[in-house]
């Protein structure tokens, strides 16, 4: 972070009077005890511009004095004591700021990415590289602490950051890292960079760590898309085949469950049969056992109307009788079957 104090090394007064007689006055000398004015009106004039000073909307600034931390003060115009016995470095708290890995941006686009290479090469936990590009966003939480904790910074800011993404992505598959890890590769990496910036006391909050492209190297791109073809090729035979076991089994279970079902409703309907007709021969039995006689008469008279129902025409000749009438036939049939000696029922 630059140092953001003006020069304060100011000339001597016989100096400032000389400059000012040779410049201001072109030569001319000024009258005895009037350079004392003079002076007295610079170190008016200096004093009043180095005792105001002004902090933007998104800044801090940090007061010390002979080096010693004083406040922190908000936006807004401030007094500090002047001719550098109070200095205010302004901090842009209210910013987040970025720092980026493996690669930079200008402007809108990304450049010098070969030159950055090194800082996105990283050993995934089978023992395959991986170029992992990434962001991290922070802002300065606590101006004070930024600035005279720690040495540097952005340094530590970025080291710390490089550290835990070795480690976290050196826990993964590279398959994992270059498809569905992402997520969690930058969820844990912002973790464990705040928890390692709040041990140092630094002052800074981590806002998000963002993975930008992951590659293969460019010396085993060719090999690894191969790879990945084949992988893919896998994927959809496997696809395909979970697809047809899907439709198949599903249809099988279902036919195989419905026969079960069947055959639990005709095995229940058999068994409610057989009940049904047992407790009628059981009610059968003692009627008969009461009324012998008349039982075995409704059971014949029923039978016969059971066995009469099933014709749609039906003639009985009684021996005994020499002519035969038609009981049920039609008025004007009944002449004919008399004559015929039959009854037709």
């Known amino acids: 972070m630059t140092d953001p104090f003006e020069n304060n090394e100011f000339p001597g007064p016989g100096e400032l009077i000389k400059q000012f007689q040779d410049k201001v006055l072109g030569g001319y000398k000024l009258p005895k005890g009037a350079p004392f004015l003079i002076i007295g009106a610079l170190a008016l004039f200096m004093a009043a511009s180095t005792s105001f000073y002004t902090v933007e909307p998104e800044e801090e600034a940090v007061i010390i004095r002979f080096g010693r931390y004083i406040s922190t003060e908000q936006p807004g115009l401030h007094f500090k ?7 205010a470095i302004k901090v842009p708290t209210k910013r987040v700021l970025q720092q980026e890995f493996g690669f930079r941006l200008r402007g809108k686009g990304i450049s010098g990415r070969s030159s950055f290479e090194q800082e996105s090469l990283t050993l995934t936990g089978d023992l395959n ?8 966003q922070y802002k300065i939480a606590q101006p004070q602490k930024y600035l005279f904790n720690v040495r540097d910074g952005i340094k530590n800011i970025r080291d710390v950051s490089q550290s835990i993404m070795r480690r976290v992505v050196g826990d993964r598959l590279v398959s994992d890292v270059l498809t569905v890890g992402r997520v969690e590769i930058a969820v844990e990496a912002e973790g464990l960079t705040q928890e390692v910036l709040d041990r140092y006391d630094m002052g ?9 492209d992951i590659n293969p190297p460019e010396s085993v791109k060719p090999a690894f898309n191969e790879v990945n073809e084949a992988k893919q090729e896998q994927e959809k035979v496997i696809n395909q085949a979970e697809e047809e076991y899907n439709r198949v089994i599903p249809e099988a279970r279902g036919k195989a469950e419905q026969t079960i079902r069947n055959a639990q409703g005709y095995a229940t309907a ?14 059968r039995l003692k009627a008969y056992k009461s009324a012998p006689q008349i039982t075995r008469t409704r059971l014949y008279l ?3 109307e059971e066995l009469y129902g099933r014709f749609k025409e039906l003639t009985i000749v009684d021996s005994k009788v020499k002519g035969v009438l038609p009981v049920f036939a039609p008025p004007s049939q009944q002449g004919a079957a008399a004559s015929q000696g039959g009854v037709r029922k």
């Not at 991986?130 to 962001?135: H, K, R, S």
């Not at 058999?270 to 009610?283: E, I, L, M, P, Y």
């Open 81 to 87: 004591l002047p001719f550098g016995i109070d200095r």
């Open 129 to 136: 590289v991986a170029d992992v590009q990434w962001i991290v």
């Open 204 to 212: 800074v909050r981590i806002v998000a760590i963002k993975l930008q």
């Open 270 to 283: 058999q068994v409610n049969r057989a009940k049904g007709d047992a407790s009628r021969f059981t009610a």
């Open 302 to 304: 029923e039978t016969m």
